[in-house]
């Protein structure tokens, strides 16, 4: 069974950069579609970047708010699934949260109060904690 935890929020004022990273465990990397959602205050969790991580050269997907400015990419030796975030602005502070499951999911994921769902219709079945990121003007 797989476990992800995250780490490398923070806070940085408007333009700045944080790179996020998802430690994984009990699993190897190439057993799970991976990515990267958010939950801003008060609002629903959304996607923000995918990658298939059962394939060396995994189709990458990023969400239309943060294209350009978000890079995912997975290390399997270190088994680490990063996001460097650029030139982040207020409207990205969220809980950003780590996501693995066994069936395809992207950033268009869609989401419910309480689950996001993978392209089968079934719940992405591995999350973290989550990490705060917190943008200020």
């Known amino acids: 069974r797989v476990q992800l935890m995250e780490s490398g929020g923070g806070s940085v004022q408007t333009g700045g950069s944080l790179r996020l990273s998802c430690s994984v465990s009990?699993?190897?990397?190439?057993?799970?579609?991976m990515g990267w959602f958010r939950q801003p205050p008060g609002k629903g969790r959304e996607g923000v970047a995918s990658i298939d991580s059962t394939d060396s050269g995994g189709t990458v997907r990023y969400a239309h708010a943060m294209k350009g400015r978000v890079t995912i990419a997975y290390d399997n030796a270190k088994k680490t699934l990063d996001l460097q975030m650029n030139n982040l602005k207020p409207e990205d502070t969220a809980i950003y949260y780590c996501?693995?499951?066994?069936?395809?999911?992207?950033?268009?994921?869609?989401?419910?109060?309480?689950?996001?769902?993978?392209?089968?219709?079934?719940?992405?079945?591995?999350w973290g904690q989550g990490t705060q990121v917190t943008v200020s003007s």
């Open positions: 996501a693995a499951g066994s069936v395809e999911f992207g950033p268009r994921a869609y989401c419910t109060d309480t689950d996001c769902y993978d392209t089968g219709g079934r719940p992405i079945g591995f």
């Open positions: 009990g699993s190897e990397m190439n057993n799970y579609y």
